[in-house]
């Protein structure tokens, strides 16, 4: 079993549209946990950090659940710019706090 | 965008030979990173680096090897490339480790 999955999808919604990504991670002593986006033959770049109590950034909502050991990520009135893979991460202690990567999952906004 | 360069950034090789990629920071970033990335297995962590001549392990490191002589610069070495290498590697910066990274924007390597 991976450490951190993700369906891949791909996901493909109309503009407008919300969508919701789960993750669940299986070490209980993960630390921190961030969503990354990647576009194509791009690197990935940070998204948002995932905090406790919940997080949103303007249409990006994100939600940790430590007991369901569950990363989520919703999107509001998707735009075509959305259209990319979203990479779930988690760090831990026992790992040196490195970055663990799920495979993303993949997006598409159609019009 | 954080000031990471990876060098070069297509590359074809023959199997067999020894090929070094680079990867330039002027953050003044304490770790560096070197991630491959395939279909299928996401991005994997190659070996990190937590300062000057203090490198360690991730989860592929066999076939590989790195070397950080100075800050800003961490240096992936394949000794001898083969098939099973080809494919994107991303170097990475962060100030605290499992803080934040920053990714340059990939080596893209192929072994024939």
């Known amino acids: 079993r991976k450490e951190v999955e993700q369906d891949p999808g791909p996901f493909n919604v109309p503009e407008g549209a919300t969508v919701a990504f789960n993750c669940t991670y299986s070490n209980s002593a993960s630390q921190s946990f961030f969503w990354y986006r990647q576009d194509c033959r791009k690197e990935p770049k940070l998204l948002m950090s995932?905090?406790?109590s919940g997080n949103e950034d303007g249409r990006f909502t994100a939600q940790l659940n430590r007991a369901s050991q569950y990363i989520s990520l919703l999107i509001r009135d998707s735009k075509l710019s959305d259209s990319a893979t979203y990479l779930c991460?988690?760090?831990?202690?026992?790992?040196?706090?490195?970055?663990?990567f799920g495979q993303g999952t993949e997006l598409s906004v159609k019009p | 965008d954080a000031g990471i360069t990876q060098s070069p950034r297509h590359k074809v090789t023959e199997t067999g030979t020894p090929v070094t990629l680079r990867c330039h920071q002027t953050?003044?970033?304490?770790?560096m990173y070197w991630y491959r990335q395939d279909p299928g297995h996401g991005l994997r962590l190659i070996h990190y680096?937590?300062?000057?001549?203090?490198?360690d392990k991730g989860e592929v490191s066999d076939g590989y090897s790195v070397s950080r002589s100075k800050t800003e610069d961490f240096l992936l070495t394949l000794e001898s490339a083969t098939s099973s290498q080809t494919s994107v590697y991303f170097c990475a910066i962060s100030t605290v480790s499992g803080n934040t990274i920053y990714f340059g924007e990939g080596s893209w390597l192929t072994v024939v």
């Open positions: 991460v988690v760090t831990h202690y026992n790992q040196g706090g490195k970055l663990i």
């Open positions: 995932v905090y406790s």
């Open positions: 680096s937590y300062g000057v001549k203090d490198t």
């Open positions: 953050e003044n970033h304490r770790y």
